[in-house]
């Protein structure tokens, strides 16, 4: 036999460290691949809903145009506040009348801002301009959607023209009104006298006097003027009267004055995103008659984060205030009307209500 007739036997193959460490890269990577589908896919909802909806604005402002609408008939798109998905649009469909439908956003999609009925008239305007914002629960941002005063309707754009066009300045014009004196206008004059004619006299009048009626007697002399003094009474004062029920007083509530009761002031606040001057405001959340501590919160209704809140005092013993303070952000989905609620735990009286209203 030959020596070297016995071969080494070579083995091939991966060690359990190298296929851990493969398979953790391939579960990292499908992971971010996962996440990155669901990105793209709520971004394309978010996207894809905002523009139907614009879609639908704009087909209410069409409508309202053709109709040539009269007031009471105009076509309008309303929202019903901050966390709700629902839209009512009033517009002719194409059956000859106008009719309200209601249509709904994507799930995990709602409304930011607060409710608002935007109605067209029959130039396809509206009163005020308007800013829509459609938020993403897997995003956490929202989308605008704009409706100008004029009826203009744009999606996703940081800068509103009706916002930005500075006040134009009328000139006043002087020297146009004729200051000459006119021309005096001739009055007319009569022609001639009209005859008057005399009064008559009344003395060469025969007047017939009036004679004066004689009353009649109705009696018979007895002094019981046609009646028998009955009067639905024997006259003897054995009638049996019926009693008046007196009303029973009802005892007025009273109170002793310890109930708690919340209030803020003021309720609204006027912010902007480029004016230094307005880019923060604050309300004073105060409440009367509390006993025990309280923990004060603030939140934006709807899920939004349009916007940053801050509490002076997180926690206040018996009756006290805090203050609230809001500021903006930039970017144009922090644009429009919110809705802030701030409320105490354990309650005190009813959650008080801050509206902001944010623009350019």
């Known amino acids: 036999m030959k020596a070297n007739s016995k071969a080494t036997t070579q083995q091939r193959g991966f060690t359990i460290t190298q296929m851990v460490i493969t398979l953790s890269i391939i579960a990292v990577v499908s992971m971010f691949g ?16 905002a523009r139907l909806f614009a879609t639908y604005v704009e087909k209410a402002r069409a409508d309202a145009i053709r109709r040539h609408a009269a007031p009471g008939e105009e076509s309008s798109i309303e929202t019903f506040g901050p966390g709700t998905g629902t839209y009512a649009i009033t517009m002719d469909f194409g059956a000859g009348t106008i009719e309200t439908r209601n249509f709904e956003l994507e799930n995990s999609l709602k409304f930011s801002t607060a409710g608002k009925k935007v109605t067209f008239d029959w130039r396809g305007r509206i009163a005020q301009a308007w800013v829509f914002q459609i938020f993403s629960d897997y995003l956490q941002r929202s989308l605008p959607v704009d409706v100008s005063g004029s009826g203009d309707i744009t999606v996703g754009e940081q800068h509103f023209p009706d916002q930005l066009i500075p006040a134009v300045e009328i000139s006043e014009v002087t020297g146009d009104v004729d200051t000459s004196t006119p021309t005096p206008t001739p009055t007319p004059t009569p022609q001639g006298t009209p005859a008057v004619e005399d009064s008559p006299n009344p003395d060469d009048v025969d007047a ?78 105060t409440m009367t008659n509390g006993t025990g501590v309280r923990i004060i919160s603030a939140s934006q209704l709807g899920n939004g984060n349009s916007l940053t809140l801050g509490l ?49």
């Open 34 to 49: 996962v996440l990155g589908i669901k990105t793209a896919r709520a971004e394309f909802q978010l996207q894809n809903s």
């Open 208 to 285: 017939t006097p009036t004679p004066t009626p004689t009353p009649t007697p109705n009696g018979n002399g007895n002094g019981n003027d046609g009646n028998n003094g009955n009067d639905g009474n024997n006259g003897n004062g054995n009638g049996t009267p019926t009693p008046t029920p007196i009303p029973t007083p009802t005892p007025t509530p009273t109170t002793d004055g310890t109930q708690c009761t919340s209030s803020i002031s003021p309720t609204e606040l006027f912010l902007s995103q480029s004016d230094t001057t307005k880019l923060t405001g604050s309300a004073t959340f």
């Open 312 to 360: 002076s005092l997180q926690r206040v013993d018996g009756g006290g205030s805090s203050v609230i303070s809001v500021g903006t952000k930039p970017g144009a989905g922090n644009r429009g009307v919110f809705i802030i609620q701030v409320a105490a735990q354990p309650s005190c009286g009813s959650a008080q209500q801050l509206t902001v209203s944010v623009s350019n």
